[in-house]
């Protein structure tokens, strides 16, 4: 999960605080005769019906899921069977553990939030009536049971993979009843047994890639700034790097055959022993613009694998998310084919063990996500004597509050060379200026800022559509959208975790093959949706923020922000899912006045900078950086922008047509 642990439950007080969640209000909002929330909101034994007030309730976060997932003693009833079934070693405790285990944010972080946490899911466990009720028993739909009763051949949700009985591929946290005493004696839940399966080591499936599109080329004619001293001058193509020659084969397999801008000047910054904070548009090649350097020069020094007790990697990357660092490890080991370069994955929700082992088969680089790492090291499996390389991969996560601390502990050991006798590098498509500041201590003083566009810019790729939808049409407005899509491959963002599984629910109950990730999902769970997707089993993936950065997803067509997120760095993100290398994509930004309003001014800025035409609401057309002509646009909206520098997006509008607006 990593990233959205705290954010969404800073989402949901929220929502609380406001006296009434969105799943109440979907469960109230009288659209769709079929729908879940219609189904259990006319129940007169509803527990929605005495809604208990969140922010003063034990069951906070637990108890309103339970009618808006339409839970029902059958449900609850087939529970210990999906145990039997679906041979579930895990928990939601584990789940809980597991986030400890690699979220610096509970830990360090937000502490409020966590502890707040903690405290729910105690009384919770507590009380034997929540075990029948509420959010425990939410993910219990995910996953199979045999038996149905008469409620679930009813179920909305009987024929979508998310049903009882339904696509076993799906999956579901089914232990979630499981280890509930277990965090209550021990304060930590049971141990995470889980192995993911290997990877193909075929030839053909290491080198798997997607084709850029026709907008690659584009790419050149981004601005580029460099600030630092004497950068190094850029590559103008691959055959200019001097790359081993294995490494040149490798990169031939992986499909290349030409720089993107990030990758022509990262490179030789990298080559060049400088360190190096690198920001350039999401899709555009990051990951490879670190790893062809640092493996180059592994494979010149003849960096090979061996097996001693202790291992001691020359380089390790650290991302924020279990998905996006196992994606940076698959890169790796295609640009280390063919060689006796190893490097090894290991991240939370999955078996410590099993990091060992990896790690103990040899270990040149190591891709980790910081809770993992920093257990291992404490367990003192790997020695940092001989890092060379230290990667942040999305930089300005890592470096926030949620893993700050980790990453400062990271640098910390003693054994840590000291940033100048190691190089650091940073990447991310967003940097904002406090991040700035803060990686000053991680990097000498003499790297290399480089930015490609702006440091908070979308992709220019992705046609971007800012929707005004009040809240409660929000749902009404998806399946609009999706049904006339037609089949595109599609994330849909939402804030928190429980909409996500409610959402992807409701979706395949329209006959929209969906699933959903998020961190209070297992990991082989968050595996199985994420492979399902990728593969098209699924056409939508419902996700939290945990999704909104790094996956590279082939052939993504769609973004849709069903909820905008809390910050304009995660939209950048998000939409960035699509219009990969080159291709194009389409966003959608579902705007709420009422929510919303904090990201306008941010979101205009981001808008006007892609220079390319977007919508914003249904009649206001802004075209390159030119508001043209409107006679209605949301209100909040309108008030934002004339607080904002009109002069900076040279708007074009009159104050008589603003007023007139108001
Ligand atoms: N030179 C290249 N030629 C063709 N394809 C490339 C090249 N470099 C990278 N790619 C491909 O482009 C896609 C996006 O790359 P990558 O995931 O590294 O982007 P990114 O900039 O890190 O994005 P994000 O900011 O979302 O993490 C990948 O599928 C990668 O294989």
Known sequence: MEEDWDTELEQEAAAASQGRSEEQAWMANSGRPNSPSLRFSSRPSSPLSGFPGRPNSPFFGFSQNKGSLGANEGLNRSLPVQHDIGGYSGSRESVVRQNREDQPVTRFGRGRSSGSRDFQERNSANDPGMQDQGFRRVPGIFGQSKCFNSEERNSPLRGSPFAPGGRGAVGGPAGVLKGRSEEIDSGRGPKVTYVPPPPPEDEQSIFACYQS?????????????????????????????????????????????KLTPVQKHSIPVIQAGRDLMSCAQTGSGKTAAFLLPIVDRMMKDGVTASFPKQQDPQCIIVAPTRELINQIFLEARKFVYGTCIRPVVIYGGTQTGHSIRQIMQG??????TPGRLLDIIEKGKISLVEVKYLVLDEADRMLDMGFGLDMKKLISYPEMPSKDRRQTLMFSATFPEEVQRLAGEFLKTD???LVIGNTCGACSDVQQNILQVPRLSKRDKLIEILQSTGGERTMVFVDTKKKADY?????????????????????REREIALRDFRSGKCQILVATSVASRGLDIENVQHVI????PNTIEDYVHRIGRTGRCGNTGKAVSFFDDQSD????QSLLKVLSRTQQEFQFGGRMAVQRTNIVASTWCPKGLMQAVAEWNP????MSYSETTFKSWE
């Open 363 to 368: 270990c040149n680089i190591l891709c980790a």
């Open 213 to 257: 599109g026709i907008n690659f080329d584009k790419y050149d004619e981004c601005a580029v700034e460099m600030s630092g001293l004497d950068p190094p001058a850029p590559l103008l193509a691959f055959e200019e790097a001097n790359f081993a020659q294995t490494l040149r084969k490798n990169i031939s397999k992986t499909g290349y055959s």
């Open 647 to 650: 002069r900076e997006m040279r």
């Open 597 to 600: 309003g904090h990201l306008v």
């Open 503 to 523: 959402l992807a629910a409701f979706l395949c109950q329209e006959n929209l093959p969906s699933t959903s990730i998020h961190g209070d999902r297992e990991q």
């Open 447 to 449: 790297y290399i800022f």
């Open 561 to 564: 922000n069903f909820d905008l």
